[in-house]
Structure formats: C-alpha cells, structure tokens
C-alpha cells in the first residue's frame, strides 16, 4: 500500500514522532524532504541554545578557568555516554576526538604495532575513499601489503579468504556507505581473531542509527563520526574506542600533550596517559563537543532501539514505494531487502542517477549520489517521516518518468 493516507497512518503511528520538534525548523520552503541526514544530521535546537550559553557564560564568563572546571574531562566523560547509548561499550573506552580519519589513522597504526611480524592489512575495495586512502597510507609507511577484498557486501567468507598469518588488521565498514548491507560485525570479529589478527570497525554509518555491541562481541577497535545520525553538526568530532584488553600496550602515533600522562606538567618526554585518554592528541574541540552531547542525549531519549525499529519501518516504507513506482521506470534496489541486513539508507541505482540527482536536488529533494550510478536515500529516524518519503519518492516518479 503506497497511499497518501497509509503514510499518514505510520505517521500517527510513529512513536518517534514528536522528537521532529527537537530540530531546527527547516525554513526553506522549496525543501520537500530532507533525505541526507545519513550524511549532515539536522540541528538540534538544544544545540543552539547551548552553544550561545557556552559562550557567554562559560568561555565568555569563566575564561580560560572553564578547561579545568569542565572542559578538559568532555571528551571522555561524552565518550563514555556515546559508548553506553549507542556503542555497547562499557566507560572507559570511547573518547571523543579529530575527525574519522584521524582516528583511523590512529587506531590503525596502534592495531599493527600490536601485531609485529604481521605484514598484511585488510579492507574492501568499495569501502569508503578515507578507509582505503589510510589503509593504503598506514602499510607504505610500514611496508605492509594491502589485501583486498572485492566489491563490497562483505561476508565472514570473504574475510577468512584473504586472512591469514602474516594479517595484522582487518577494516571495514560496520554499514556499507553505498548499498547500507550491514556487515557480520560478530562473525567477522570472532573470524579474525581466530587468525590472530585485530579488527578497526568504522560505524560512521551505523553510530546512532543501529546498536552496535563493540564489548560484547570483543572488538579491538572502531571509529566513527557524531555529524550523521548523532545530528552533532557540520565537522564535529569523531570517537574512538579502543577495549580495555588493549589499554595497556596501546600506543597511537599522534602523541600530543593531551594525550600525555601530565598534561600541564610540561615534562620532557612524552609518557602516555593509562586509558583511553592516551587516544587523544591536542586540545579537545569544544565547541564541536556541544552538538555530540546534545546528540547522545537525544538518543538516550529515544532509546537506540526504538530508533532502530523506525529506521527498518522507514526502510521498508522507501522499498514498497520504489517497487510501486520507480522499478517499472527502471530503476533498482542496490540495498539489501532483508531488513536484518539493511542500514540506515536505501539506495536505488538508476543509469540517469547522476543528472536525476541534481534535478531532485533543484526540486527541493534533498538526496545524495553516489558514483557511480546510485540514488541514496538515508532515513534519520529522528527527524525523517512516512508522509516526506513518500512525497520525496512521488517527486522521483515524476522527475523520472
Ligand atoms: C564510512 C565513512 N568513514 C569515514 C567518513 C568521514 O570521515 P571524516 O569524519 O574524517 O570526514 C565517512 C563520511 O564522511 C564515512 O561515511
Ligand atoms: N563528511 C562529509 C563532508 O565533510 C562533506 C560532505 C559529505 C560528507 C559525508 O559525510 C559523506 C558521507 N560520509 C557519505 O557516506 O557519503
């Protein structure tokens, strides 16, 4: 059923419903639906506020004191608050800090230090462009191979092929950016454990959309960024988590003072600080910070599984309407259909994609592309609703026809 009055239904059904006024009003009126909060969150309210306050009466009125009466424990105190809401990870061992890419940068080049002797590295070709930049980086500059794993999708099979003795770490994708196909982050774990090597988790596009269980099923390491579904704002910092088994030996090579043992104490070398703190490099972005906060507290309010079950109904809703509409026009379901094994997004593919896309844009269709021939529609379960997908898939039909 793809009417106007069964999208009202979900609508009115919609537990999630009443946290669309949390945000931001979207002012522009030629917007018809906001379809890329898989890639730029909408703003919160909260944050706003916040950040006016911060000013004035923590920067503006406390100065530089503000570092020592609150500043200097935020990436760890909303590290911890991040790891609990979203990431199944127990305090201690998430910090917020950098961008994804450092972070990356950081957990992988700790990961293969953790494994001497161990020559190899692992990822997949269709992983996203900073995955496989860093992984091609991280192993010229310890003259590691790069093993890859074809095309996307990845299966605990295509792991154990190219695994093996000399893999020091595999990276992938928790959630596919292109196809949303949510990878066996269990299977693959215990798999590459078994060949004693260590896992880098990216869960940019699962963090705040699916829960994710990092302690419960052992992994080393993952990143992931707070501007997508944790709706923390355009550049706001990354997390990293590193589980606790690996505190003591772990060692990043960005060693700046705030990672040090004794910050202020200035002292001549660089002795790393017990914990997750040593993870971080220079000073906190707190600003930046503001928007992570009011983004995890948002969700422990919506409860990530109640946000999950949305973003299923969202997804299943985007597919019947495709199916009714788009498919007979030629377009087809580049995600996977089962919704155990579907994100965040559904991507259409269409071979028009890329000029269909820009159109959409210009009729106030806020969608993405992605090369080479996808539509992405991300579903953000906080703001997205059943009556704005289905005007957005409406306008589709009548721009692709
Ligand atoms: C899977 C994935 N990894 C990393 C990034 C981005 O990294 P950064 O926060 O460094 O821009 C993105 C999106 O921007 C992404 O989708
Ligand atoms: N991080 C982004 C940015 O700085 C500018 C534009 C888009 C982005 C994105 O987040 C892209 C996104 N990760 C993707 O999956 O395509």
């Known amino acids: 059923m793809t009417t106007l009055e069964e999208a009202k239904r979900l609508d009115?059904?919609?537990?999630?419903?009443?946290?669309?006024?949390?945000?931001?009003?979207?002012?522009?009126?030629?917007?018809?639906?906001?379809?890329?909060?898989?890639?730029?969150?909408?703003?919160?309210?909260a944050t706003a506020e916040r950040l006016q306050e911060l000013?004035?009466?923590?920067?503006?009125?406390?100065?530089?004191?503000?570092?020592?009466?609150?500043w200097l424990?935020?990436?760890?105190?909303?590290?911890?608050?991040?790891?609990?809401?979203?990431?199944?990870?127990?305090?201690?061992?998430?910090?917020?800090?950098?961008?994804?890419s450092v972070c990356l940068y950081k957990t992988l080049r700790a990961a293969a230090a953790l494994r001497p002797g161990r020559d190899e590295i692992v990822t997949d070709s269709a992983n996203f462009p900073t995955d496989r930049f860093l992984v091609e980086s991280v192993a010229a500059e310890l003259g590691h191979t790069v093993r890859w794993i074809e095309g996307g999708d990845v299966h605990p099979d295509d792991v154990?092929?190219?695994?093996?003795?000399?893999?020091?770490?595999?990276?992938?994708?928790?959630?596919?950016?292109?196809?949303a196909a949510i990878a066996d982050l269990a299977g693959i774990t215990r798999l590459v454990h078994d060949r004693g090597a260590l896992t880098v988790w990216d869960l940019c596009h699962s963090v705040g959309s699916i829960p994710v269980e990092l302690d419960a099923n052992g992994a080393d390491f993952a990143v992931g960024c707070t501007y997508k579904f944790l709706n923390a704002g355009p550049g706001a910092p990354a997390f990293l988590y590193v589980n606790s088994r690996h505190h003591a030996e772990f060692g990043q090579p960005i060693t700046g003072w705030m990672g040090a043992a004794d910050t202020f104490g200035m002292a001549e070398h660089y002795v790393p600080a017990p914990g997750i703190r040593r993870a971080l490099s220079g000073t906190p972005p707190v600003l930046g910070m503001v928007g992570v906060q009011e983004g995890v507290a948002l969700l422990a309010e919506a409860g990530i599984d109640r946000v999950r079950a949305k973003a299923v109904a969202l997804g299943r809703w985007v597919l019947a309407l495709a199916d009714a509409w788009l498919v007979p026009l030629g377009f087809t379901v580049a995600s996977p259909r089962e919704d155990a094994r579907r994100g965040g997004h559904v991507t259409l593919r269409h071979p028009d994609a890329e000029r269909l896309s820009r159109v959409l844009i210009e009729h106030g269709v806020l969608i993405d592309f992605r090369r080479p021939d996808g539509i992405r529609v991300g579903l953000s379960p906080l703001t997205t609703g059943f009556t704005e997908v289905r005007a957005a898939v409406d306008r589709i039909r009548e721009l692709a026809a």
């Open 12 to 45: 009115a059904a919609d537990e999630l419903a009443g946290f669309r006024d949390r945000f931001v009003p979207i002012t522009d009126p030629g917007v018809v639906a906001y379809l890329d909060g898989n890639s730029l969150g909408r703003p919160l309210r």
């Open 55 to 70: 000013v004035a009466d923590q920067w503006g009125a406390r100065l530089i004191r503000s570092w020592e009466e609150r």
């Open 73 to 100: 424990e935020l990436p760890e105190r909303i590290g911890d608050e991040l790891g609990r809401v979203a990431l199944g990870a127990a305090p201690g061992q998430t910090i917020v800090a950098d961008s994804t």
């Open 160 to 179: 154990a092929a190219v695994t093996g003795p000399r893999t020091a770490a595999v990276v992938l994708s928790h959630v596919d950016y292109r196809s």
